[in-house]
């Protein structure tokens, strides 16, 4: 029995007071202060959603493309798209180009999702090159193309017999 009263663990309550774990407040201040300084330095400088911004803006282009294939095709009617630098606008032919061909876009073609024919690249997100294209009744370009928007990879193509956009 001796020896098992030998064995017994120290008392931790003379310790707990001497190594009690934790930050003062001076050093939580201290890393507050850092992280906000870095905040305030590096967070503007990382261009976290550049790339997004420049996908949605390419697919919008694309999408916007295709709809104004579509509706000259549904509305046997040629549209006009003027590709800018940064915008992109809708205009629809009122006349039907059965005998000559419609060369007064007089109306807005209203784009799906929103009030208007025509839209902005956000900042920094440019188009090139700029063009006009035209899509007759049956759908056909008036010239096939391919653009890119800046930054975004893969080119929009738009072929040049059928239309297709990709």
């Known amino acids: 029995?001796?020896?098992s009263a030998d064995r017994n663990p120290?008392?931790?309550?003379?310790?707990?007071?001497?190594?009690?774990?934790?930050?003062?407040?001076?050093?939580?201040?201290?890393?507050?202060?850092?992280?906000?300084?870095?905040?305030?330095?590096?967070?503007p400088r990382l261009s976290l959603f550049d790339g997004f911004d420049q996908l949605g803006?390419?697919?919008?282009?694309?999408a916007t493309l295709e709809y104004a294939r579509k509706s000259a095709v549904?509305?046997?009617?040629?549209?006009?798209i003027t590709l800018a630098a940064g915008s992109?606008?809708?205009?629809?032919?009122s006349d039907t180009p059965e005998g000559a061909a419609a060369t007064t876009y007089d109306r807005n073609l209203v784009l799906p999702g929103s009030n208007s024919h025509t839209f902005t690249a956000?900042?920094?997100?440019?188009?090139?090159?700029p063009a006009v294209l035209v899509f007759d009744a049956l759908g056909?370009?008036?010239?096939?193309?391919?653009?890119?928007?800046t930054g975004s990879g893969d080119p929009i193509v738009v072929e040049a017999v059928t239309g297709y956009v990709h």
């Open 122 to 129: 956000p900042a920094g997100v440019t188009l090139a090159p």
């Open 57 to 62: 803006y390419r697919d919008r282009v694309r």
């Open 74 to 80: 549904a509305q046997r009617r040629n549209v006009q």
């Open 10 to 43: 120290p008392d931790r309550s003379r310790f707990s007071a001497r190594f009690q774990g934790g930050f003062t407040v001076l050093e939580l201040v201290v890393v507050m202060v850092v992280i906000g300084i870095l905040a305030v330095v590096v967070l």
């Open 140 to 149: 056909r370009p008036s010239a096939g193309g391919s653009f890119t928007i």
């Open 1 to 3: 029995m001796a020896q």
């Open 88 to 93: 992109v606008t809708v205009l629809i032919a």
